[in-house]
C-alpha cells in the first residue's frame, strides 16, 4: 500500500496517489492557459474579515479522516502534488482569481476528492480564499464536508428568488475556505446549470471575492452535455483518471468537450508507487 494510499484510507474509493500530466498526454493536445479575469466589486470580502469570522476549525487528523490535505503533513506525496497544482494554476492565472471545472473521465475516478483538495490547496496560501461549488447536481457531495448537510445551495438559489448569495456560502471548518453545496435533494433540471441565473451567480461570485479561487465539481464525462455547459462557465478544466481503469479512448472522448484554450491538463488517480511501511 501506498503512503497516500494509507493515509488517505478513510477516503474510500475516491483515494489513491496522484499524479498530474499536461494536456498533451492525451492525443498530443496542447493545452494553452489564459486567464479570464472578472470584474472587482468596490466592497469585497477581504482575507482578514473572514480570518474574523470562521467557525470552529478541524483539526489535521480531523481532515485526515475525511481525505483532506493539511499543510502540516509535508511528507505526504499528496501535500506536495496539490501544493505543485496550486502553483502551476497561480502562475498560470497570473494570480487573478480564476473558476477551474473538476470533471472525472469516469464515475468512480475522484473527481471529487481533487476538487475538494485543490480548494483546500489554495485556502492553505494565507494569502488566497476558495470556493468550492457542487455542480454534480445528480450525485452530489460537497454537503458531506458541512455541519449542517440541509444547508441550502444552489437548488435553493435558483428556486427562490428572494435568496441571497450569502446565505449558499457555508464554511467547511477550513480556515478561508467555503463551500456551496447542491441543497436540496429532490431531482433538479440539469438546465439550471446553463441558465441565465447561474451565469449571474458565477459573476457574482467572482466581482465579490478579489483572492478567491472557485472550483467546480462537476459530473463525469458520462454526463457530456453538462460537461460542456460547466466547462463554458469556467476559465480552466482539469480532467480527473482513475488509472489502470481509464482507457486513452475514454479520455479522447471526453476531452472533444473541453476548448483547448480551458484545458490545465491530467490527474491521474491511483498512481501506483513503491511499496511504503512504517
Known sequence: MSKIEKALEKAGEERGSLQLVPGAVAGGRVAPWTALLGQRSDDPETISRMDGNEPTLLSADELWDR??????????????????????????????????????????????????????????????????????????????????????????????????????IHPVGIPRFRAIPTGGLRDVPMEHLASLKMRGLMDTLRERYRERFIVLDGPSMANIADVRILSELADYVLVVARHGRTTNAQIESGLSAISNTKLLGIVFNDEPRIPWTR
Do not use: M, W
Open 67 to 168: 481525505g483532506i490535505i493539511h499543510p502540516q503533513r509535508t511528507e505526504e506525496p499528496a501535500v506536495q502534488v496539490f501544493r505543485e497544482l496550486r502553483t502551476k494554476i497561480v502562475q498560470q492565472s497570473l494570480g487573478q482569481n480564476v473558476v477551474i471545472l473538476i470533471t472525472a473521465v469516469n464515475k468512480g475516478n475522484g473527481g471529487s476528492f481533487i476538487a475538494r483538495n485543490l480548494g483546500a490547496a489554495f485556502a492553505f496560501d494565507s494569502a488566497k480564499t476558495s470556493l468550492l461549488v457542487d455542480c454534480n447536481l445528480g450525485n452530489p457531495s460537497v454537503h458531506q464536508l458541512l455541519s449542517d448537510a440541509s444547508a441550502p445551495g444552489l437548488v435553493d438559489y435558483f428556486e427562490n428568488p428572494e435568496i441571497d448569495v450569502s446565505r449558499i
